[in-house]
């Protein structure tokens, strides 16, 4: 994780992520009271990143019924300050709104022919829903290509933007204090989409 750092609410000073984080099992796993995030120190432009998640239901870190939520940002301008949440695009990771994008700090888009109004935190549901159960794992790819964002959820496409503001930047792996687990988090560089 040298090439990542961390962000808790707490402190919003850039710390080591295993002073926060689990790093087990070929995975990340997030859970506690820490809320915050993972961000690459690197910024990336015309990008495909993929990952698995789940909802981490395991007796001794499991938070109960209310809804899970979490999410990946991407695009986040490499001058953003680093506090909870920085300006970007958001892959939400919520039951029954994972793929749902989240336009954060006046990011905007056209999503289905349709500018997304400017705002703080602006949501685009997604168009299809393919999510697992809970503590399944599910599959994410996330491709950004000047300005156009796909994003599918177990191999369906669940939401699409043209026109991104925001068309390059650092990443992010959220934890919104519901525990999940990541791991196979693969990044490559694309010349097409």
């Known amino acids: 994780m040298d090439d990542w750092y961390a962000i808790t609410k707490d402190s919003e000073q850039r710390i080591a992520p295993a002073q926060v984080y689990d790093f087990s099992e070929g995975m990340i796993r997030m859970y506690g009271d820490n809320i915050g995030y993972l961000m690459t120190k690197k910024s990336y432009e015309n990008f495909e990143l993929s990952f698995d998640f789940r909802w981490n239901m395991a007796e001794n870190v499991y938070r109960g019924s209310n809804r899970k939520n979490s999410g990946v940002m991407y695009n986040i301008p490499s001058n953003a300050p680093d506090h909870i949440w920085p300006k970007g695009i958001q892959f939400q990771i919520k039951e029954k709104s994972t793929g749902d ?20 935190s602006v949501t685009s549901p997604k168009f299809d829903d393919n999510e697992m159960s809970n503590g399944e794992w599910n599959a994410v790819l996330i491709q950004s290509y000047n300005g156009k964002c796909t994003q599918y959820l177990n191999g369906k496409l669940v939401n699409e933007c043209v026109e991104a503001s925001s068309k390059e930047g650092k990443i992010s792996l959220n934890y919104e204090g519901s525990p999940i687990d990541f791991k196979n988090i693969r990044l490559k560089n694309i010349n097409k989409l």
Do not use: P, R, S, Y
């Not at 056209?110 to 500018?115: P, R, S, Y």
């Open 101 to 120: 994008f989240v336009f954060l700090d006046n990011v905007t888009a056209t999503v289905n022919g349709a500018f997304i109004v400017v705002g703080a």
